[in-house]
């Protein structure tokens, strides 16, 4: 993850000298920008809005459901310990791409309160996926593997759902305690999650009143 490390900062350095400094980066906040540039501007913003958002809305309320209700405890676990990282900087760039190309179009000391307002959004969403990618991320798969050795020491995490889990948990307390790190830890990541995934709805609703159909 060290080349993702230095690429995100370098990405979140950008999108807020774009936004902050635009004229660094000939953003012309006094006149219109190139419509060929624009249009690339505005693509840029679109797919890497719209990757964010359904990437977000498929991980937080529909595969990680399904795969939660099929898949044996430690199996899930595994696999979801592999696909977060990558989620989580996809999601990271595509939120630094899109901030960056709107923050361009609409320069900070130009824009209005409600593109302001939108800028924040945007970076918000950002902001939470970093500290998912490198605070809460890395904790809970530690804490998910520490417990995992308990379980297996139990016989237990093969199965599909909690049950098991919770009813050793009531006989075995380095079980329980470690269920409850865990479960806060997981609880503040998927907190951070869901305000990512709220940022990003709001800029879709934003993005909804701006489009002639």
Known sequence: MGWMTRFLTAAAFLAIGVVFSPE???????????????????????????????????????????MF???????????????????????????????????????????????????GFLFAAFAFNLTNLFVFTPMT???????????????IGEEIGWTKNQEVAKKNPKLAAMNKKFGMIHGLSSLANIMSFGSLAVHSWYLAGKIDL
Not at 29 to 51: R, V
Not at 75 to 103: I, R, W
């Open 24 to 66: 660094t980066f000939r953003s012309k906040s006094d006149g219109p920008h190139p419509p060929m540039f624009t249009t690339f501007l505005k693509l840029s913003h679109l797919l890497c809005f719209s990757t964010a958002f359904g990437a977000a809305l498929w991980v937080t309320f529909i595969g990680g459901i399904i």
């Open 141 to 155: 798969i530690e804490m998910m593997k520490q417990r995992h050795k308990i379980e297996r020491e139990a016989s």
């Open 69 to 119: 209700k099929n898949l044996p405890r430690h199996q899930f676990g595994n696999l979801q310990s592999k696909m977060f990282p990558a989620y989580f900087s996809m999601v990271g760039v595509c939120c630094a791409v899109a901030v960056g190309a709107f923050g361009y179009l609409h320069p900070w000391t130009t824009s209005t309160a409600a593109e302001k307002y939108q800028i």
